[in-house]
């Protein structure tokens, strides 16, 4: 995987030309070489096993689409956003540990600076969507200065959203933190660590954006890679800067915040370091011109990155009234929910990975005027997906209590993480699908449908189902199996609006429009 996205990097538009059918082709010959050439030593001793083995991988294969070189593409395109969310997941995880040493009140002034943070990554995701569903289009059209002139608008809208949330938050955080009801000390720390944050998230807007720039391009592993150099040197900063080892000034929080923001320049740094030596002429080789060529096209990326943020405001207000029915439950319960969350944002991380494939797959496919393409690599992300959720699930179920182990000592917490984590296994299938199936819409520029399919799961089903379960004192699984309603309803609501081809008919039209002006 790494040669060919090596080979690929310099460039920048040799994917442009690639059939989605060819593309890839070298990636996976380590599975053909096993079931059409095993070597004498692992090949299993006896013919009918040997046959049984073949067998067996090769019905996987052909069931998750690895067979196909279509399947390849999304999984060498999947890979890397899935190693790039494991290194974002670890850096929490981290920060989280290394702050709880500080104290109980340093823990709360990041929870709540991180929470309002929060609020500037959902507008930022949604915004690096729509680049990604207005690029890919361009770049399937054949349209590189176009790709370009909407990679520059993101850009532009990233930056300015960025800002402007940072603006209402910090012009009066006292204020803000106040209506949380935090405690003046807790918000004495909580302050200065939010500038640092609020700071960095006018870097994420750029480095954010270029990322999702590159993956319109297909290309997946440059950003991994930066990823991994960014988390380098953001955990490294945090154990100087946190704890003053080496003669650094021990900062405590505040010197997580400065490890933040001066890793952040560094990502944008590598960033743009990439773009820059893009052939120029590239689709995602920015130069000055195409900022002026980006006016037209800012408000279509308004447009579609609106509903994105209108879906992270549905969910995380439904998290919120979820949260206050598991309050019913007493302490164990929320510490459950708390432990079972960070859990579930590793579970997230395959769908995530899938439906990033998807939306780079469709939108080239509808850029070229193949909605039938577009549509087969939808289903076939979801395919692949399916299979690899019912092989988490099954790990996950199965290691229920060592994994939550992982997270805690407490013997109750540990004893209601035991059915979350079974619910949260039966959940994966229809998690990892919709997921993928939500990508494939955005990559059509369709973010409407995954807002209406969150809306459905998460109010007319989990949270009506968890009040209803807690108003009548039933066990607490129940609550947990809310989830089961939420992300059916979303898989299903996704399934038939993708089956439909609204979403085909809508990127057709807008591509050639495109194309037309």
Not at 60 to 82: D, K, N, T, Y
Not at 123 to 139: D, T
Not at 158 to 177: D, E, F, H, I, Q
Not at 376 to 387: D, E, F, H, N, P
């Amino acid at each position: 995987m790494a040669g060919s996205s090596a080979a690929h990097a310099p460039g920048g538009s040799s994917a442009d030309s690639v059939d989605p059918d060819d593309a890839g082709a070298g990636d996976f010959d380590l599975i053909d070489s096993v079931t059409e050439a095993p070597d004498a030593e692992v090949a299993p001793a006896l013919p009918s096993a040997g046959l049984a083995a073949a067998a067996t991988i090769r019905f996987l294969r052909s069931v998750s689409g690895v067979a196909h070189a279509g399947g390849r593409e999304i999984w060498r395109l999947a890979l890397p956003i899935m190693l790039s969310q494991v290194l974002v997941s670890l850096v929490g995880l981290v920060d989280i540990a290394m702050v709880g040493r500080l104290g109980a009140i340093d823990v709360a002034a990041v929870g709540y600076a991180t929470q309002l943070y929060f609020m500037s990554q959902s507008a930022l995701f949604a915004v690096g969507f729509a680049c990604v569903a207005l690029m890919a289009q361009a770049i399937g059209g054949g349209d590189r200065a176009r790709a370009r002139a909407a990679l520059a608008a993101s850009l532009a809208v990233a930056v300015l959203t960025a800002g402007v949330v940072a603006a209402v938050v910090l012009v009066a955080p006292r204020a803000v933190l106040d209506w949380l009801n935090a405690s003046a000390e807790v918000a004495e720390l909580t302050i200065p660590y939010m500038r640092l944050l609020f700071v960095s998230s006018l870097l994420l807007a750029v480095s954010l954006t270029l990322e999702h720039g590159l993956r319109a391009d297909r290309d997946t592993a440059t950003p991994m890679r930066i990823a991994f150099l960014v988390t380098v040197v953001k955990v490294a900063l945090n154990v100087l800067l946190i704890f003053g080892v080496a003669g650094a000034p021990r900062l405590g929080i505040v010197g997580a915040g400065v490890a933040t923001v001066v890793s952040q320049v560094v990502a944008v740094v590598l960033f743009v370091w990439v773009i820059r030596h893009r052939d120029e002429g590239g689709a995602v080789a920015l130069r000055s011109s195409d900022f002026a060529a980006a006016r037209g096209l800012l408000w279509d990326v308004i447009k579609v990155a609106m509903p994105g943020v209108g879906e992270r405001v549905v969910l995380n207000l439904a998290l919120l009234g979820y949260f206050a029915v598991l309050g019913a439950y007493g302490t164990v319960a929320i510490a459950a929910y708390t432990v079972g969350v960070r859990i579930l944002a590793f579970s997230w991380i395959p769908g995530t990975g899938f439906g990033a494939a998807a939306a780079t797959l469709v939108g080239q496919s509808l850029g070229a005027g193949d909605g039938d393409g577009a549509e087969r690599t939808g289903w076939m992300a979801a395919r692949i997906a399916l299979v690899a959720a019912v092989v988490l699930g099954f790990v996950g179920g199965v290691a229920r209590e060592p994994l939550a182990r992982l997270f805690t000592s407490d013997a109750a917490t540990i004893d209601a993480l035991g059915p979350f984590m079974l619910i949260l296994a039966l959940a994966q299938p229809m998690m990892q699908v919709h997921f993928t199936l939500g990508g494939a819409h955005r990559g059509a520029g369709d973010t409407w449908t995954p807002l209406l399919a969150a809306a459905a799961g998460n109010w007319a089903f989990r949270v009506p189902v968890a009040t209803f379960v807690a108003a009548h004192q039933m066990p607490l699984i129940w609550v947990w199996s809310a989830l089961l309603f939420d992300h059916g309803a979303r898989v299903v609501w996704l399934a038939i609006a993708f089956r439909g081809g609204r979403w085909k008919r809508k990127g057709l039209r807008s591509s050639r429009t495109a194309r037309r002006g």
